[in-house]
C-alpha cells in the first residue's frame, strides 16, 4: 500500500489571492501584502491546510511593533546601513524590508511559519529590496556573530516565546550586537531590562488589538560593557 505526499502549497498564489497591497500607516514607504480582515484570512488558512486550531496569520498584519520598529530604521538609517542584520519572528518581513530599504548590507528574516517567509519574500519583491529567508527555529541555538543588528517586532505577547526571545537577544548582545525591539506594552516585555529610543502612536484596528491608537516604543538593548 502506497501513500500519497502532502500536498504541495502554493503560498505566493494564496497570499495575492487573500490580500492586498497596503501601505501600514506609520511606514506608508513600505507596501505589504495584507489582510483587511483577520477571521477570514485564518479560516482559509486552516481550509488550505486542511486543519484546525492553525496559530494565527501574524504574517497578514502590520502590527504595532513592527510598524514602530521599521519607522526607527527609516528614520536613522545610520543604524542598518553596510551591516548583516537578523530580523527574528519576521511576520510580513516588514522590519526586514525596513533594513534594506536602509541601506542594510544584508538582511536573514527568520521565522518557523512557512506562510510568513512567503509572505516576506513576496513583500520584499514588491518593493525591490532582496532579502533571504530561513524557516530554522534560531532560538535553539547560538545567535550567529555575523550578525551585528538584531530585530525584534513585537514578539513578547506569550510567556515562553518572550524567555526564549530575551534568552537569545541577551546573549546577542554580550556578542556585541546591537539589538533594537519594538513593543506595544505585550504582557511578557521586561521593559526595565532596556533603554527607550523612540515612541510613535501607531494606528491599528481593535479587530486586533484592545485601541484604535497604540503606544509603541522602540528599545535596545545595549552590548554588554567589558
Known amino acids: 500500500m502506497t501513500t500519497s505526499p502532502p500536498a504541495a502549497h502554493d503560498w505566493p498564489m494564496f497570499i495575492r489571492a487573500n490580500t492586498r497591497l497596503m501601505t501600514p500607516p506609520l511606514v506608508p514607504e513600505i507596501h505589504l501584502h495584507l489582510a483587511e480582515e483577520s477571521l477570514p484570512i485564518w479560516r482559509k488558512t486552516e481550509e488550505e491546510l486542511g486543519a484546525m486550531n492553525v496559530p494565527p ?23 542598518a546601513r553596510g ?101 506595544p506594552g505585550r504582557s511578557y516585555f521586561p521593559r526595565g531590562r532596556f533603554d527607550q529610543l523612540a515612541e510613535h502612536r501607531v494606528p491599528v484596528t481593535r479587530e486586533l488589538e484592545d485601541a484604535e491608537i497604540k503606544r509603541t516604543a522602540v528599545w535596545q538593548l545595549a552590548p554588554a560593557k567589558p
Open 57 to 79: 496569520p501574524y504574517w497578514a498584519f502590520a502590527w504595532a511593533g513592527g510598524q514602530a520598529l521599521a519607522r526607527h530604521l527609516l528614520d536613522h538609517p545610520d543604524l
Open 83 to 183: 551591516r548583516d542584520v537578523l530580523d527574528l519572528g519576521a511576520g510580513s518581513g516588514l522590519t526586514a524590508i525596513a533594513a534594506m530599504r536602509a541601506g542594510a548590507r544584508s538582511v536573514l528574516a527568520a521565522d518557523i511559519d512557512a506562510v510568513a517567509l512567503a509572505a516576506s519574500a513576496l513583500n520584499a519583491e514588491a518593493n525591490a529590496v532582496a532579502v533571504a529567508v530561513t524557516a530554522d527555529d534560531l532560538l535553539a541555538a547560538p545567535p550567529d556573530p555575523r550578525f551585528t543588528i538584531v530585530l525584534v517586532g513585537d514578539l513578547f505577547y506569550e510567556r515562553e516565546l518572550a524567555d526564549r526571545v530575551l534568552a537569545f537577544i541577551e546573549t546577542a548582545a554580550r556578542n556585541g550586537a546591537r539589538v533594537l525591539i519594538g513593543d
